[in-house]
């Protein structure tokens, strides 16, 4: 890194003895005074500001650590911690600003802080991630308050740093806690318990009042001298392949997060629950940055696709599902869930609607959209003004036309969901869920 020129500013101390000789002067030039008396004053001042000024360019004996987990959360706030150590024999005063990454928000800085002799002292303030990636610390700037208090040195010491902000998995964790404990309805998950519906043999129990007659096992019956029934649970080792589009849409916002966001938490969530549920899970990304994670079941597959999408961002481009669709079809030649996770506009009928007959002819189709909030709030505006009536109006229309694309897409064959932004984590799980009753793939 290129070395940082240090230099010396004068410190609010120093201003205000200026200021005094100033007015000192003014006043010797009013009332008569001994000429040699006061440049000698001026003198003595000049030089102690000549010998401070020396004092603080002199090499520096203050050393700096930074502490800060190498992943972050994004919207989470945590403390970051700064260690100054001084090797010297006086006391150090300083004012420190670490330079924090753009994407950052930070309270508390910059602080003054007094190191002493031979010691250590810590500067603590609170930073937020705002954006996910890559985010870079810069070096700490410190402003050293010379010995007299007449001037500060600039000077950077410490290193810099990359930490990796991910999606908000603190959201994340909590929800694989209470799938952990088979207590998906705790989070909005619906969860009808099943007899007999599943696809694969789970085991054999005695029966219970409810179950069918074709659930009982008659050699098991036999042996046993009482009645046995067979218990099946939902058909595991399928394929999950979540299509997440990156395009210039997705950056709109709900609140804090933009919809982007909000599409990698539900895409996580999902991925999460189906794992849990034997099944296999892929990604693959659209209009953007080209990335793709073949389906796999491994326990580390959530923590693949956490690094797979964590630096992500939307694009400029416009989605075109049909160049997405071919893709799907070279990557999976095994039937799959294909869950497109996008926004819906009247503009993509032109590549949208080839992509799902392309997709429907090997695999189940899933297409989730975000509704922005904003459409909702139009609605429920009050009406009294003749522009809010023509907002009001048009904002009906266009969800009434939205509401028939969805039908015709549902027609034909594919499954959709067109839920606002903070709705979609859970709206997803349970469709998946259903398709695992019902079994679908």
């Known amino acids: 890194m290129t070395r940082r020129f240090a230099p010396l500013l004068p410190a609010p101390r120093l201003m205000w003895l200026a200021g005094a000789v100033v007015a000192a002067d003014v006043a010797a030039a009013l009332v008569p005074a001994p000429a040699q008396a006061w440049a000698g004053v001026v003198a003595a001042i000049a030089l102690a500001a000549v010998a401070d000024a020396a004092a603080a360019l002199r090499g520096s004996t203050l050393a700096a650590v ?24 006086r006391p150090v005063t300083l ?17 003054r802080i007094v190191v002493p002799a031979r010691g250590w002292a810590e500067l603590r303030y609170a930073a937020k991630p705002v954006e996910r990636g890559l985010a870079a610390f810069g070096r700490i700037e410190v402003r050293i308050l010379s010995p007299l208090g007449l001037w500060l040195r600039t000077r950077y010491v410490g290193d810099e ?34 007899r007999g519906e599943g696809l694969d043999f789970h085991q054999l129990r005695e029966y219970r009042e409810g179950d069918v007659q074709r659930q009982i096992d008659w050699k098991a019956t036999a042996r046993t001298l009482k009645l046995i029934s067979r218990e099946y649970q939902d058909e ?15 950056a709109a916002k709900d609140g804090e997060l933009a919809h982007f966001d909000h599409v990698l938490n539900a895409a996580l969530l999902l991925a999460y629950v189906s794992l849990r549920q034997g099944d296999a899970v892929g990604l693959m990304t659209m209009s953007g940055e080209r990335r793709f994670l073949a389906p796999r079941k491994s326990r580390a597959t959530v923590n693949l696709i956490l690094n797979r999408v964590f630096d992500l961002a939307p694009s400029l481009e416009t989605p075109d599902y049909h160049a997405a669709a071919l893709e799907v079809m070279q990557h999976c030649r095994k039937r799959a869930l294909v869950v497109f996770l996008s926004n819906l506009r009247d503009e993509d009928d ?19 959209s975000l509704r922005e909030g904003i459409l909702a709030r139009a609605l429920a505006a009050r009406v009294d003004t003749f522009e809010r009536a023509l907002t009001h109006a048009a904002t009906a229309d ?15 064959g594919t499954m959709c969901l067109d839920v606002e932004p903070a709705e979609l984590p859970i709206a997803l799980v349970n469709r998946y869920l259903d398709v695992k009753r019902a079994g679908r793939l």
């Open 398 to 412: 266009y969800l009434r036309a939205r509401a028939l694309a969805f039908r015709a897409m549902e027609g034909a």
């Open 66 to 89: 930074r502490r800060v987990p190498g992943s972050l959360p994004l919207g989470v706030r945590h403390e970051v911690l700064v260690r100054f150590a001084n090797e010297g024999r």
């Open 95 to 111: 004012d420190a600003f670490d330079h924090h990454p753009p994407g950052m928000e930070a309270e508390g800085l910059p602080q």
């Open 350 to 368: 032109d590549t949208l609607a080839p992509a799902l007959r392309l997709l429907q002819s090997r695999h189940l189709v899933l297409f989730a």
């Open 161 to 194: 740093a990359t930490v990796r902000v991910y999606p908000n998995f603190a959201a994340l964790t909590r929800f694989a806690l209470l799938a952990t404990d088979n207590r998906l309805s705790q989070i909005g998950v619906l969860q009808r318990r099943r």
């Open 236 to 250: 595991r080792d399928q394929q999950v392949l979540l299509v997440i589009d990156c395009g210039r849409r997705m």
